[in-house]
C-alpha cells in the first residue's frame, strides 16, 4: 500500500498517515481507487467466465478472492478486536454463505457488485472532496517582501510591509498603504464583484489580487489571519457531528446486530419447525444479509451534511459543524446586536460642544480604545497623539474610559458614566475633566442597506420573532428598529442586561443572536445558534460564534438558514429512501420473493443513489 508521509508518526486503517498534506492525501486517494478499478476488472473477468462455463466453482472462488479479500480480510481484524457486526462482516457471511450452500456465481457476484457500488461511492465523495478543497483553495504559498525575496507567511509579523502583484493571493490581512487594484474576494465572501482596494483600505488574506500593484502593511500575523482561521473552521466542521449524524452512528450500531439476529432466525426456525431442508432458508437469511447493510446512510448522511458546510461557505458563511447547521432550520427567533451588525459601525463625528480642547482629551482618552466611536473620535482628531500623555487607561464596560491626561483623571462615555450628562436624542460621548462635566461629542452611524426589512425576509424562513439589542439610547434604537421592521427592541442596555434579556428570550423558543463585538462574546455563547460577523467582528466574537459571516451582510442569515432546510431536505430524503426500499426488499427476502440480485441493488444501488442525491448540495447551483 502506498503511505503518503515517508514517515509517518500515526497512521490509518488505510496505511495512510494522520496529518498529511490534502495533496498527499489526495493523490493516495486516487492511487487507491485505481488499484480497486483494476482489482474489480479482473474479477469480472473471472466472474464472466465462470457463468460461461455454467456456475464453475473455481473461477468463482478466483473472482470473489479477488474482488473482496480485502472485504473479508477487515472483517476478521474487527472480528478480533470486538467490532463484530458491520457491513465487512455482513458482506462475508452472505458470500461465504452462498457458496456453502452451492450458489457459487451469485456468491461471487454480491462480493463483486459490492465492491463496484463502493467504488463508485468512493468515486463521487472523491469528487465531492475535489470540489469542497477548490473552494477552500485559498492558501497562500508565500509572502513578498519590499526587497523582491518571498518568505512563508508564517515568518511576517505585524508591521511588516509586503508587496502584492496581479495574479497573486493576499497572503495576510493588512492595509494599503500604497497603490490600488481590484481584489477578488470570493474565495471568502461568495461576492463575484471585485473590491477596489486603495490606500487605507483593509484587505484580508485567501483574497486575490486582479490587477495593480499593492504595499500592504500586515496588521495579523498568518495563525490570527482570515485564511488561517477559515481553513482552521472548515476542517474541524466535520467533527461537530449533527444530532442526526449521530443518531444514524447508534442507529448503525443497535441496527446491525438485530438484522444478523434476524437472519439466524431466518435460516433456522423454518427448516426446525416446517421440517424443511435448511438450503433455501439459509439463502433467504444470505440476501437478507445483504439487503440490511446500513452503507446509504451510514455514507450518505455525513456527506450531506458535509455539502451543505460546503455550500454555506461558497456564499461567504462559515458554519462550524453539523450540529450548528441542523439547528439553524428550527430557529424561530432572531436577536439582533445594532451596532456593526444591522449598522455600518462606521461612526464620524458631528458635533462638539463643549471646551475648546475637548476634542483632544477626548481623542487621547480614547486613544487605546478599540471600539468604533472611540476610532471615529480619534480619526477626527488631526493632531498628533502624545501618548506619553496618557496613563491610568482603564475601560469600563457598557459605560465608556477612565484615563489619566496630563495628570488629570478624565471620564469620557455615557451619560450613566459622567456626572450632570445632558439628555441627548444623538448617540454622543460625553466628558468630564478633574471631575466636571466639559461637554459632549456627538456621532453618527448608518444602518446597512441589506439590513433594512430584513425582519420581514425572514419570516418567510419560518422566524417568527426579530429583536434588536442595543446599548444606544431608545431615540436612535428605535430609529434602527424601524428600518430594519424588528418586531421588538430594548435599549440602553449594559453588556450583562444583554445577557439576561437573551436569557428571558430563549426560555420558550429557538433563538439565533447575531451580533460582532466583544461584549457581544456571552451573548453569542448562550444562544442556540451564534452568528458573528466575520469581517469587521471582533475575535472574540467569532471564537464565541457557530456561524461566522464574513461579508458583514446581515442579509446573509437568510442564506444560512436556506442552506440547513435545504441539507436537512436532501438528508431526509435519503434517510427515507434508503430505509424504505431496504424495509421492501428485506420482507420480499424474508419471504422468499427476493433473490441475491435485489438485495445487491437494494444495497449497493441505494447507496449510490443517495451519494448523488447528496452531491446535490455541492454541485446544484440553482438553488
Known amino acids: 500500500m502506498t503511505k503518503c508521509c515517508k514517515k509517518p508518526k500515526q497512521t490509518n486503517e488505510d496505511g495512510c498517515c494522520k496529518g498529511c498534506c490534502s495533496l498527499d492525501i489526495q493523490n493516495h486517494e486516487e492511487n487507491n481507487i485505481k488499484i480497486v478499478a483494476f482489482r474489480l476488472i479482473f474479477a469480472g473477468v473471472f466472474f464472466a467466465?465462470?457463468?460461461?462455463?455454467?456456475?464453475?466453482?473455481i473461477l468463482s472462488a478466483l473472482s470473489l478472492i479477488i474482488a473482496g479479500y480485502d472485504i473479508v480480510w477487515?472483517?476478521?481484524?474487527?472480528?478480533?478486536?470486538?467490532q463484530v457486526f458491520d457491513e465487512n462482516f455482513l458482506m462475508t457471511i452472505a458470500t461465504v454463505g452462498a457458496f456453502f450452500i452451492g450458489e457459487n456465481t451469485e456468491g461471487a457476484a454480491v462480493m463483486l457488485f459490492y465492491q463496484v457500488g463502493e467504488l463508485f461511492q468512493e468515486m463521487s465523495v472523491d469528487r465531492s472532496r475535489r470540489a469542497i478543497a477548490s473552494l477552500m483553495d485559498i492558501r497562500p504559498d508565500f509572502a513578498t517582501l519590499p526587497g523582491g525575496m518571498q518568505v512563508p507567511p508564517e515568518t511576517v509579523r505585524i508591521g511588516d510591509l509586503i508587496i502584492i502583484k496581479p495574479g497573486e493571493k493576499v497572503p495576510l490581512d493588512g492595509v494599503v498603504t500604497e497603490g490600488s487594484a481590484s481584489v477578488d474576494t470570493s474565495p471568502l465572501t461568495g461576492e463575484s464583484m471585485p473590491k477596489d482596494v486603495q490606500k487605507g483600505d483593509e484587505v484580508l488574506s485567501g483574497s486575490l489580487c486582479i490587477n495593480g500593484l499593492l504595499t500592504v502593511r500586515v496588521t495579523r500575523e498568518y495563525t490570527q489571519s482570515t485564511v488561517s482561521k477559515i481553513l482552521e473552521l472548515t476542517q474541524n466542521a466535520s467533527s461537530q457531528k449533527s444530532p442526526t449524524e449521530k443518531f444514524i452512528t447508534k442507529f448503525a450500531r443497535?441496527?446491525?446486530p438485530i438484522v444478523t439476529a434476524f437472519a439466524v432466525i431466518i435460516a433456522t426456525l423454518p427448516p426446525l419447525v416446517l421440517g424443511q431442508r435448511f438450503s433455501p432458508w439459509?439463502?433467504?437469511?444470505?440476501v437478507f444479509l445483504v439487503v440490511s447493510c446500513p452503507c446509504a446512510l451510514v455514507i450518505s448522511i455525513p456527506l450531506g451534511f458535509f455539502g451543505g458546510i460546503s455550500r454555506a461557505s461558497r456564499r461567504g458563511i462559515l458554519v462550524k459543524g453539523g450540529n450548528y447547521l441542523e439547528a439553524l432550520r428550527n430557529i424561530d427567533t432572531v436577536v439582533f446586536d445594532k451596532t456593526g451588525t444591522l449598522t455600518k459601525g462606521v461612526f464620524k463625528v458631528s458635533r462638539v460642544e463643549g471646551a475648546d480642547n475637548l476634542l483632544e482629551i477626548a481623542a487621547h482618552a480614547e486613544y487605546y480604545s478599540n471600539h468604533p466611536i472611540a476610532k471615529s473620535i480619534v480619526s477626527a482628531f488631526d493632531g498628533d497623539i502624545g501618548q506619553e500623555r496618557i496613563s491610568n487607561y482603564i475601560e469600563i464596560a457598557g459605560f465608556g474610559i477612565k484615563a489619566v491626561i496630563?495628570?488629570?483623571?478624565?471620564?469620557a462615555g455615557n451619560e450613566k458614566l459622567v456626572a450632570n450628562a445632558p439628555k441627548l436624542d444623538d448617540t454622543a460621548v460625553f466628558i468630564s475633566i478633574g471631575g466636571e462635566y466639559a461637554g459632549y461629542i456627538t456621532v453618527e452611524d448608518e444602518i446597512k442597506s441589506d439590513a433594512i426589512g430584513i425582519a420581514k425576509a425572514l419570516k418567510k424562513y419560518g422566524v417568527k420573532k426579530t429583536v434588536m439589542l442595543t446599548g444606544d439610547n431608545q431615540y436612535i434604537g428605535k430609529k434602527v428598529a424601524k428600518e430594519a421592521g424588528v418586531d421588538e427592541g430594548y435599549y440602553s442596555l449594559l453588556p450583562q442586561d444583554k445577557v439576561e434579556k437573551m436569557e428571558q428570550i430563549g426560555k420558550d423558543s429557538s433563538t439565533l443572536f447575531v451580533g460582532d463585538g466583544i461584549n457581544d462574546a456571552p451573548s453569542l455563547a448562550m444562544a442556540d445558534v451564534g452568528v458573528a460577523m466575520g469581517g469587521v467582528g471582533s475575535d472574540a466574537a467569532i471564537e464565541a460564534a457557530d456561524v461566522v459571516i464574513m461579508t458583514d451582510e446581515p442579509s446573509k442569515i437568510t442564506d444560512a438558514i436556506s442552506v440547513a432546510r435545504f441539507t436537512n431536505k436532501v438528508v431526509w430524503q435519503n434517510i427515507i429512501f434508503s430505509i424504505s426500499v431496504k424495509v421492501l426488499v428485506m420482507i420480499l427476502a424474508a419471504t422468499g420473493f427476493a433473490s441475491m440480485w435485489y438485495a445487491v441493488f437494494a444495497d449497493v444501488g441505494v447507496a449510490f443513489l443517495a451519494v448523488l442525491n447528496a452531491m446535490r448540495l455541492i454541485y446544484n447551483k440553482s438553488f
Open 49 to 57: 467466465l465462470a457463468i460461461f462455463l455454467k456456475d464453475n466453482l
Open 74 to 82: 477487515r472483517a476478521v481484524k474487527n472480528i478480533l478486536k470486538g
Open 282 to 286: 439459509i439463502y433467504k437469511a444470505l
Open 254 to 256: 443497535v441496527y446491525t
Open 406 to 411: 496630563d495628570g488629570v483623571e478624565v471620564f
